[in-house]
Antibody, heavy 121, light 107 residues
Framework: EVQLVESGGGLVQPGGSLRLSCAASGFTFSSYEMNWIRQAPGKGLEWVSYISSSGSTIYYADSVKGRFTVSRDNAKNSLYLQMNSLRAEDTAVYYC??????????????WGKGTTVTVSS | DIQMTQSPSSLSASVGDRVTITCRASQSISSYLNWYQQKPGKAPKLLIYAASSLQSGVPSRFSGSGSGTDFTLTISSLQPEDFATYYCQQSYSTLYSFGQGTKLEIK
């Protein structure tokens, strides 16, 4: 079964750090680009970060640039999001999602169930 | 950055109704447009990719159309399980962006 499972969420104080993980199974992880998406309570979806299949190309939303770092370990079938200098507005459910490509259009066809990050004192 | 705007933000409809949701991009994105469905407490689910291609396993009552800046998601005959929030998302830019969502509620 194709699956993504996030972990590492929790309660952290403003200014603190957290590292999220996303474990992939059921597909050749090293062949796929990946995204992190988040959703603040009661709000819509916000794209956070992209990483290419090899990890050589990375992009971030302006809202997290300079504070978050995405990485992957293809040998461990895992995706990571290191979050530093956390703010209250980073409170959200964080999803990892697989990027697929057909007819030159990329889309996110597999999503994890999400992990919750709460930034509060 | 490409801004995505959905309308309406919320919609009340009845089982059996035909429903259309609109998504507009701030610049032309060709057909680089995807639609997702999200139910409360669940992860989003891909419905339509490349503006009009139905994802495997998604019922044929869902359809998508459009190109350039204007896109639509249509549900031909609403079923009880379709009441959810729908999001459009552009992948023309690698700085992906989503619409604000359309909440579809039971009338």
């Amino acid at each position: 079964e194709v699956q993504l499972v996030e972990s590492g969420g929790g309660l952290v104080q403003p200014g603190g750090s957290l590292r999220l993980s996303c474990a992939a199974s059921g597909f050749t992880f090293s062949s796929y680009e990946m995204n992190w998406i988040r959703q603040a309570p009661g709000k819509g979806l916000e794209w956070v970060s992209y990483i290419s299949s090899s990890g050589s190309t990375i992009y971030y939303a302006d809202s997290v640039k300079g504070r978050f770092t995405v990485s992957r370990d293809n040998a461990k079938n895992s995706l990571y999001l290191q979050m530093n200098s956390l703010r209250a507005e980073d409170t959200a459910v964080y999803y990892c999602a697989r990027v697929n490509l057909k007819r030159f259009v990329s889309y996110m066809d597999v999503w994890g169930k999400g992990t919750t990050v709460t930034v509060s004192s | 950055d490409i801004q995505m705007t959905q309308s309406p933000s919320s919609l009340s409809a009845s089982v059996g109704d035909r429903v259309t949701i609109t998504c507009r991009a701030s610049q032309s994105i060709s057909s680089y447009l995807n639609w997702y469905q999200q139910k409360p407490g669940k992860a989003p689910k891909l419905l339509i990719y490349a503006a009009s291609s139905l994802q495997s396993g998604v019922p044929s009552r869902f359809s998508g159309s459009g190109s350039g800046t204007d896109f639509t998601l249509t549900i031909s005959s609403l079923q009880p399980e379709d009441f959810a929030t729908y999001y459009c998302q552009q992948s023309y830019s690698t700085l992906y962006s989503f619409g604000q969502g359309t909440k579809l509620e039971i009338k």
